[in-house]
């Protein structure tokens, strides 16, 4: 089959999938095959919640610096807690960023001679609720309403690929398993210094998850979507709706059926302020090998033979056997003073021995 290009990124209403289900199983099955994005509306998180949302993410990061440095992930081995601006490397280039990253509060069970992946789950690191009242209770909200979401469309992913609904989930999600999210501020470019250039983040594509749930939190370009021919498609804000992307673990998990496109984020035009966004990332289980999930062969061959891609895949060849593992270096190449702070060896066998910069 040729390579099919887009244009745009659709928009799915959720409420379609009661109303008509069949018209937007088809829906959602273009988008998962041809496209790996679609913006999802109808999803019932309501837009006075999403509004609190945006004033708590702005709130946080208009805290003193020496507020946000005291949740430094630095101090933590689950690379959970704030990167200060450019802190964080993609494809060996600075993003120009600063960022929250949270989960569903589990405690540390890791110890020593357990396997290392265990050690990236554990307690939030937080401001004091003095410094920003109400600021983690809206979080985890967030983070358990996101988490809905993503388990509610995994299901119909599932069945627009011909599987039952529960076929990803039972097979690929710890019942309770620790997924990330991220509060994220870009600078306008007119806020950064001439030698840092305009990556916000580089070209990439969502490694070890299923699904991603971004919130585009203001109205601010920046989010671009690359399509299989190469060319990048701008993915503007559209108000009360998530932009959804598959992961590199579903995609692997389902037989490359399902696309997981590479995207990049730009920062913003001079004079705009920044840009925020809130990404929550299901992921998929650590603990064992993967194999992909059986398909039907009536949609494996609706399979894109060519997709043009700007992002590695670092580590690719470890995610089938040991996905935990996988998952590490990824964190440790992407925050490398944390990763040689907390894996030390682990970072040298892999040739990452420079902090970032």
């Known amino acids: 089959m040729a390579t099919t290009d887009f244009t745009f990124i659709p928009v799915l209403d959720l409420a379609k999938a009661i109303s008509d289900k069949d018209a937007f199983l088809a829906e959602l099955q273009h988008a998962l095959i041809h496209i790996g994005f679609f913006y999802v509306k109808g999803h019932g998180i309501t837009p006075e919640f999403l509004d609190n949302l945006t004033k708590q993410t702005i709130g946080f990061f208009d805290l003193p610096l020496e507020e946000k440095l005291k949740t430094d992930k630095i101090n933590s081995p689950t690379f959970l807690g704030y990167s200060i601006q ?5 494809k060996d280039k600075k993003d120009n960023r600063e960022q ?66 529960n076929a990803l989930l039972d097979r690929y999600v710890l019942p309770g398993q620790q997924h990330r999210a991220k509060l994220i501020r870009y600078p306008a470019v007119d806020q ?29 370009p920046g989010l671009q979507i690359q399509n299989h021919s190469g060319a990048w498609i701008d993915a503007p804000a559209i108000p009360n709706t998530f932009v ?18 590479t995207h990049r984020v730009l920062n913003p035009p001079p004079g705009r302020g920044p840009r925020y966004s809130i990404p929550f990332f299901l992921g998929g289980r650590l603990d064992q090998k993967l194999d992909p999930i059986d398909i039907p062969q009536r949609i494996l061959d609706q399979r894109p033979q060519t997709v043009v891609t700007d992002s590695g895949h670092q580590f690719h060849q470890l995610y089938a056997n040991d996905p935990g593992l996988y998952a590490v270096l990824n964190r440790i190449s992407s925050h490398r003073d944390v990763g040689i702070k907390f894996y030390p060896q682990l970072a040298k066998d892999h040739n990452i021995t420079t902090p970032n910069t």
């Open 86 to 90: 450019g802190n964080e490397i993609t």
């Open 100 to 165: 929250f990253d949270f989960a569903n509060e589990l405690p540390s069970t890791w110890s020593e001679g357990r396997h290392v992946h265990e050690r990236l789950t554990g307690p939030n690191l937080w401001p004091d609720e003095g410094v920003l009242p109400g600021f983690r209770q809206s979080i985890l909200s967030f983070h358990a309403q996101a988490q809905a979401l993503a388990e509610t469309l995994t299901r119909l992913v599932a069945e627009a690929l011909g599987l039952e609904p």
């Open 192 to 220: 950064l210094d001439p030698q840092d250039g305009t990556q916000g983040v580089g070209p990439h594509r969502d490694t070890a998850s299923l699904l991603t749930i971004l919130y585009q939190a203001n109205d601010l």
């Open 244 to 261: 959804v992307n598959i992961g590199t673990g579903l995609e692997y998990l389902v037989q490359s059926i399902a696309v997981a496109t």
